[in-house]
């Protein structure tokens, strides 16, 4: 994923549970540069041991979950693909993101929306009959098994 790049950054907080933070990899040079800007623009913290302990337990344990989260992705992504109503391209979920479209068939983006969190189920608007949905460690093959995508039909 990476070949053809000279840095690289990360959230440890998208899908491995850390309540803050992110991580910059590159070269020694381009580091102490990143490291020279965020001061400069008031992004240094001071005592940040405590966060940096949660990034460490994100980079140490959560990574485990992240197979998990992916294949419940897939399902997830299997059941909308079923759903009359909903289309999704199975060959971009590679992660644990789920991208879906809503047929414009009358029921409103709002009314969509409003019908699965009432059956508790979150999802983003991404405006013109576009959704994203995401896994995570709290979310299991269970959950997925029984939500709405499981009844085959559009709410």
């Known amino acids: 994923m990476t070949?053809?790049?000279?840095?690289?950054?990360?959230?440890?907080s998208k899908g491995l549970s850390a309540?803050?933070?992110?991580?910059?990899?590159?070269?020694?040079?381009?580091?102490?540069?990143?490291?020279r800007v965020r001061k400069i623009l008031g992004g240094g913290m001071r005592q940040a041991g405590i966060i940096a302990a949660a990034?460490?337990?994100?980079?140490?344990?959560m990574t485990k979950h992240l197979v998990d989260d992916h294949a419940n992705a897939r399902r997830?992504?299997?059941?909308?693909?079923?759903?009359s109503g909903l289309t999704v391209d199975l060959e971009n979920v590679r992660s644990n993101i789920v991208f879906f479209h809503l047929e414009?068939?009358?029921?409103?983006?709002?009314?969509?929306?409003?019908?699965?969190?009432?059956?508790?189920?979150k999802l983003l608007h991404l405006g013109s009959f576009q959704f994203r949905?995401?896994?995570?460690?709290?979310?299991?093959?269970?959950?997925?098994d029984t939500s709405p995508t499981a009844q085959r039909s559009c709410p």
Do not use: K, W, Y
Request: overall charge negative.
């Open 133 to 144: 949905m995401v896994t995570h460690h709290e979310i299991t093959a269970q959950d997925i």
């Open 104 to 121: 414009n068939n009358g029921l409103a983006e709002d009314d969509f929306m409003a019908r699965l969190e009432a059956r508790g189920v």
């Open 76 to 83: 997830l992504a299997v059941g909308i693909a079923g759903i």
């Open 55 to 61: 990034g460490i337990v994100a980079l140490e344990e």
């Open 3 to 12: 070949r053809g790049v000279d840095s690289v950054s990360f959230c440890l």
């Open 19 to 35: 309540p803050v933070g992110s991580i910059v990899c590159s070269s020694r040079e381009f580091i102490a540069e990143a490291r």
